[in-house]
């Protein structure tokens, strides 16, 4: 969700306010926000989160209101149809497994999506863990039958199996690389290697 008003950080506190609230115990203080962040400066995250208060994101802090909260809660911002993407089954992140596409949706924050087209798939596998792609984790896909070198993609092999995994492009070569060292790369004919789509989002489940 870009907001025209604000400056690159102020959004990306926002996004991280968007997608990581729910970890918290409690509505988090300037302080728990800064070590969360990973900023030095208590006064100048404050002067951001100001900004996003004139903006209307998140909500007044006084005396009476203890820690940052958003004016909307991510379910609130995201119970709409607008928000819902396809979940098409489970993807592996070792070898291969077929895709199990299924009418199920799941509800994505705008900031994990891009405006073309997506879809959601539940990663199986730990191929992709030194990437931070995690069993279980789900990864939002941008549709699309094409990729840059170095790009996380969904590649359909010989028409049956699909993985999530970063791709090589090369003349009469395509190589699926993992991001976990134990294991090897795997190199086809570039016939046998459909994009299906290109990692743009990912989202993950604490209980």
């Given at each position: 969700m870009n907001t025209p008003n604000l400056?690159?950080?102020?959004q990306e506190i926002y996004e991280y306010l968007l997608t990581h609230l729910h970890e918290?115990?409690?509505p988090p203080t300037l302080d728990e926000l800064c070590d969360a962040l990973g900023l030095s400066s208590r006064g100048s995250l404050h002067k951001q989160l100001q900004a996003l208060i004139k903006e209307?994101?998140?909500e007044p802090?006084?005396?009476?209101?203890?820690?940052?909260?958003?004016?909307r809660t991510p379910a609130e911002m995201i119970d709409t149809d607008e928000y819902e993407l396809p979940l098409y089954g489970r993807i592996a992140a070792g070898q291969p497994i077929e895709a199990i596409a299924n009418p199920e949706t799941?509800?994505?924050p705008p900031p994990l999506r891009t405006e073309n087209?997506?879809?959601v798939l539940e990663v199986k596998g730990d191929s992709m863990i030194e990437e931070g792609i995690l069993d279980?984790?789900?990864v939002v896909i941008e549709q699309r039958n094409h990729a840059h070198n170095g790009e996380i993609v969904v590649a359909l092999v010989d028409g049956?199996?699909?993985t999530l995994k970063r791709i090589e492009q090369q003349p009469g070569k395509v190589t699926l690389h993992p991001a976990n060292s134990t294991m090897q790369s795997m190199s086809f004919l570039p016939e046998q290697v459909q994009i299906q789509g290109v990692l743009v989002g990912q989202m993950r489940s604490y209980h």
């Open positions: 400056t690159r950080r102020q918290f115990p409690h209307g994101l998140i802090m006084n005396n009476q209101r203890r820690g940052v909260r958003l004016a799941i509800a994505v087209p997506c879809y279980g984790d789900w049956e199996d699909a």
